[in-house]
């Protein structure tokens, strides 16, 4: 199903979504791009950048309570759980780098056994795609690991911008859900407007990326060296501050602890919040014996999660190429130009 939404027709449309749940959109705030709820009324340009914030927290929130406890003596403790229910979003303006995110999250947390809080943000929340048609960022590399700069994958809705309207191409159900929610808004798309988002979309792939070309070769040489003295060497200037898989669309660790809010009756809520693989104390044991001591040994862990080990579980990178571990690197540790490096042979 695909039509065309005239640009002036963009604001009617969120709207009418924000009759039924929270609508968000890229905001440029300050200095950065990130999604922010769309305030009624309020004006949504769809010519951002990628956001900081990979769209992953709609699904997998940074923090988020699992259940209550109160325990009292002489009593059978209370667990209460949270509420499942998820109010529904929609949110505008995922590029598609965050989309083919949303297919590897799906595997982490519904493959075999099903996250109930994962799932129930999966339901309620509609992606709506904003296809690539610019320069992208001097880090996007989407091309190098399967993706396209208009790819479909894990979108509900992808738009493609035509000029001073837009391609509205419905993917699932939830996506043909929120286009007929304001149909009267919508025209039958054309041939010509067929062909014209044909021609953005090979344009697209034409803009500058960065490139790995040749996969295959990365995966047998991050397999041959796993024990090569190049790691340390890699991260000697690491400074552990995990801004690469915190900003990550696709890094799922995360960590549960109990945060007390009384002793007596002793109350608190079970939360789990993201949890980062470069920082030293995240493979700490409770003997003191930490399997991945230094950074060298961190940083292996994270290229080889991205470009080995989920390519052999799951048979696709766990790596859109979003760029953004490259850019907000503050010491310009370099996902491609690890990769480059084995693809050339230096490591052997
Ligand atoms: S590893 Fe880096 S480039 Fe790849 S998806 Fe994560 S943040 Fe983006
Ligand atoms: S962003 Fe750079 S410095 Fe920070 S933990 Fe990641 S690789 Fe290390």
Redesign the pocket.
Known sequence: MDAILQKESLGRWIAKLQERGEVYAPEFVEDAWEFTKVERGASVELDHTNTVL?AKGFVFPQREVLYRFRIENGKTPELTDTELSVKPMVVFGVRP?DGR?TVRNDRVFTCGVSDPYYQARRDSVVFIGLACNAPPSP???CVA?GGSPCSEDGLDVLMTDLDGRYHVKALTDKGRDVVNAASDLFQAATAADRNEVSNAQVAALEYPQRSISAMDLVVAALKRNFESPLWDQLARTCIGCGA??Y?????HCFDINDEVTSKSPLTGARVRTWDNCQFPDFTMHSSGHNPREDTGARLRQ??CH?LLYFVETHNM??????????T?CPVGID??RIANVMEEGVWQ
């Open positions: 990979p780098c995110a880090n996007c590399f690991v690469c898989t900003l990550c669309p696709t890094c994270r290229i991205k990178q766990q790596c859109t190429g979003c760029g953004r571990c490259i907000h996902i491609v």
